[in-house]
């Protein structure tokens, strides 16, 4: 049982993979350290139980990358995606940092696996965890529990102490009493504000009812919107936020990656007045995924379709849900309540459009179509073959970018600029810092090492102090 009396060096704050890298790192220093999960321990470890990789720099193959990935490719793939909106300086220490956190989160009990196969062209530059995130997660709890860290599962913190920027304790209710906790340091590791609907609301209007939401219901955002209300400076912008495009069929929370349509590169995507709205086959997969949620987001009603042949249907992964299929053009349309004719040109005119070229997704190949807008600039090939098949999707939220603002110790820094006295951040919760804007699949867990690792050494430092 936790002694609420006692005054402890680190509170975490948080059950994902940032707390617990802060944790064990923090513990790791001698420091007294408690972790205070809102979830019950079934659903611990928020975003990351779903989890597959993580994207870090190496300089040459390891049993389970297929060759080096420096940290100059590194870091122009993230400026490729942010389109520049990110530290550089932080971006660059947490690329350089990623290096170890391959040999560091293994001697924490993480196991790697090789790259899964799928559209996913990942093997050179992401590791895979063994089993998943769930695994992975499993085995830094348990090493944190060996170590000695306290965790409390059911204690969602529902108010922060803070005064001139210094963090007095936290006030938690864990099994339907109110219980105060005070720390010589805090962690924030609670994640983004995902799963809070009426927050999303507030930029995305009304449009947000139709968003599914991938992972935790528990990430409503409460630590970070109390941290910015008690004089932490903000970083990023509240619209922008990593989202695919998963099936409409998904639960609204907790879907998790099985919900998530890889498919796009291989057919043609259209709104629900069946117009295709943007390139299918702008750039590879895994730089291009993450933007599909936010063009859905755009459409009319929050929805779109993709659209494919038979011809294609054991190119991707499969997922959960089975596609809706149709002999006909105007029979698949009719299921998906299109208007049969919209469809039908759509789609004749995408097939007129297609220049002879030879496939390879592995590539940007020469396959495109010509004279239509938007073009398909790669993979381009006709939907000719019957059954022609469908899915439905929507914009599925992973997780938000607005945070607090870091320095490279992960120290919030204060609306007035000056760094916080005994207040850290790590993970979502600060992946704004990073990530301005876009993703590149990986970096969500290289944030959260990293930047957890860092906070729970410098939080431990603080402590002792
Ligand atoms: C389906 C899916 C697949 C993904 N796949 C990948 C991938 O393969 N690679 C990758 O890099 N990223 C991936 N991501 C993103 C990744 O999950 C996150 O970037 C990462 O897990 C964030 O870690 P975190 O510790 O910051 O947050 P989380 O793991 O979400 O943890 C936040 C924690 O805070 C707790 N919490 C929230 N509010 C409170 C409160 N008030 N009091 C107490 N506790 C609170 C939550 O219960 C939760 O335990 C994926 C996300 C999803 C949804």
Not at 154 to 169: C, H, K, P, T
Request: charge should be neutral.
């Amino acid at each position: 049982m936790v002694d609420f009396n006692r005054k402890f060096g680190v509170l975490v704050i948080g059950g994902g993979n940032a707390a617990l890298c802060a944790a064990i790192s923090a513990r790791r220093l001698g420091a007294s350290t408690l972790v205070l999960e809102g979830a019950p321990k079934f659903y611990r470890g928020g975003n990351t139980r779903h989890t597959r990789n993580m994207r870090c720099a190496h300089d040459a193959a390891t049993g389970i990358l297929t060759g080096p990935y420096t940290e100059e490719e590194f870091w122009e793939d993230l400026l490729r995606v942010t389109g520049g909106q990110t530290d550089e300086e932080l971006a660059r220490m947490m690329i350089s940092e990623s290096k170890d956190i391959l040999n560091w989160i293994v001697e924490q009990g993480v196991r790697w696996q090789p790259s899964l196969g799928g559209t996913l062209s990942l093997g050179r530059t992401n590791s895979f965890f063994l089993g998943g995130g769930r695994a992975m997660l499993n085995a830094l709890y348990r090493t944190a529990e060996e170590l000695g860290v306290e965790i409390l599962y059911d204690a969602e913190v529902r108010d922060l102490n803070i005064a001139d920027g210094m963090f007095l304790s936290a006030s938690l209710k864990h099994n339907g009493e109110h219980k105060t906790v005070s720390a010589s340091t805090l962690v924030a590791a609670a994640g983004g504000f995902e799963a809070n609907i009426e927050w999303l609301k507030e930029y995305w209007g009304e449009a947000a009812d139709n968003f599914l939401i991938r992972g935790t219901p528990y990430n409503r955002g409460s630590i970070l919107k109390m941290l910015l209300a008690k004089g932490v400076q903000e970083i990023g912008d509240p619209t922008q936020c990593h989202a695919v495009a998963i099936d409409a069929r998904a639960p609204k929370f907790d879907g998790g990656i099985i919900t998530r349509h890889d498919s796009v590169v291989f057919g043609i995507v259209v709104n629900k007045n069946a117009q295709r709205f943007y390139d299918e086959g702008e750039d590879i997969w895994p730089k291009r995924y993450a933007i599909w949620g936010r063009l859905v987001a755009a459409q009319p009603g929050q929805i779109a379709y993709i659209i494919f042949d038979s011809s294609v249907v054991t190119s991707f992964m499969p997922t959960l849900f089975p596609p809706i299929a149709g002999a006909s053009v105007a029979e698949l349309a009719a299921k998906l309540e299109l208007d049969p004719a919209a469809l039908e040109k759509t789609v004749a005119d995408f097939n007129a459009a297609v220049r002879p070229g030879t496939f390879d997704h592995t590539i940007l190949d020469d396959c495109r179509t010509e004279g239509i807008t938007p073009p398909k600039t790669h993979w381009a090939r006709r939907i000719e073959k019957a059954p022609f098949l469908a899915y439905p999707v929507r914009p599925g939220i992973t997780f938000t970018y607005l945070g607090t603002r870091v320095n490279r110790e992960a120290r919030m820094l204060m609306k007035d600029g000056k760094p916080s006295a005994n207040m850290f951040a790590a993970g979502e919760i600060m992946a704004g810092n990073v990530l301005g804007k876009g993703y590149a699949a990986g970096i969500g867990m290289t944030i959260g090492s990293v930047f957890g690792r860092i906070a729970g050494r410098e939080a431990a430092k603080n402590a002792r102090n």
